[in-house]
């Protein structure tokens, strides 16, 4: 148990610290559960470098959690049999809940110690965040990881960083945020009224038919809360009942199914789209309070990564409102380059910065959106999109109306507060 116990806390030196040659701590102490860990410093100018904590499982493996100074995660893994050459890459599998595997290449920083970089606002540490069992595949091993505390564990070595930050390492003290209490662990007040429950509300957005089988596209939050029946619009047409086959939260994605199948079909664009072509978007936003037709939008990508660098999401110029969401964007060929998300809170932004960003608004690539479909065993059709005549928006409009649905249904008010400003 002591050898356990001089890994991790070496682990705990090195790791988020490759920056410098050697780090000196804790700091303070971070306690949740079996891990353990605390604030860490450049051993060399003393200078704050990363908060972690680690704990080691029955398999051997010592597995370590930390974030920069800079707000840059990583995780560390070290095995006392592991024999590694520093600098060379070392690939993992890393499976969060059954789902699909992330491979990644992590980075030996010892013989018997890896770390792996975890991008900010990356899917990788999304999974990661909300996962209950982590697997590892590595060196031809396979190694479990429940992460039940690390609900406890994530909100400790942030709030370490930012009192460190704040106060010092001097002052540092221990840095687990104490859960909260469950709501029904507390006993109302005697004369208290019962909580009403929420009221009823009509949720809508956008949606497109994306397979031959009935298959329709739209954002997990357009569905999000949703009591009953889902309806889907054709503009024009009767609604017709829609099932919900898959959701992905972490992608903003959700797979809904017609009982029959739709006469149109929209063909997704096989290469990647570039900044500055031109983009259409089409959706249902505001519906009963503007037009009850679907609205056309025009505009460009103006990046190939979202908010914080967020690369699964295309920045577009054109329009999008409350309603929109799920929504194609479309080509200057008619076809499908992105799923619109989400529009920037301008007024949050102004707030913070004092100006007002305008035609800031966001899409998910096809990249995630093919992904999504593949897991789910859909059938999809591509096209590749070189040396097609563009279309007149007119045009890519008309086609669009036989695939482009609106999505319905009835919320609690409570579920459709906590939606995304893009819905």
Partial sequence: MKIAIRAVAAALCVVAAATSSSARGPYGSITVGNWQGGAYTNDKNGAFTHCAAGTTYQSGIHFVVSIGENGTWRLGFAHESWRLNAGEAFPLALTFDGQPAFNVQGLPLGAQLVNVDMPVNSALIAQFRKAKVMTAFAQGQLFQFNLNQTGQLLPALLNCVVSVKKNGVSNAGEFAVAPKPAAAAAAPPQNSSPSKPGKAVAQSGTGFVISSNGHVVTNQHVVDGCVGDISGNLSAEAPV???????????????????????????????????????????????????????????????????????????????????????????????????????????????ATGNLPENINFAIKTGALRDFLDNSAVMYRVTERLNVTNLETSEIAKNARGYTLLISCTAVEQSASAKKSGN
């Fill in 241 to 351: 009942k829609l099932r919900l086959v898959s959701s992905d939260e972490t992608n903003d994605l959700a797979l809904l199914q017609a009982p029959t199948p739709f006469k149109e079909v929209a063909v997704i664009r096989q290469n990647a789209v570039q900044v500055g072509n031109g983009v259409v978007a089409i959706g249902y936003p505001y519906h009963g309070m503007l037009t009850s037709d679907f609205t056309v939008t025009t505009g460009i990508v103006s990046s190939l990564s979202g908010l914080f660098n967020d690369t699964r999401h295309l920045q577009i110029s054109a329009a999008v409102q409350p309603g929109n969401s799920g929504g194609p964007l479309l080509d200057a060929g008619g076809a499908v380059v992105g799923v619109v998300a989400a529009k920037l809170d301008a007024i949050r932004v102004a707030r």
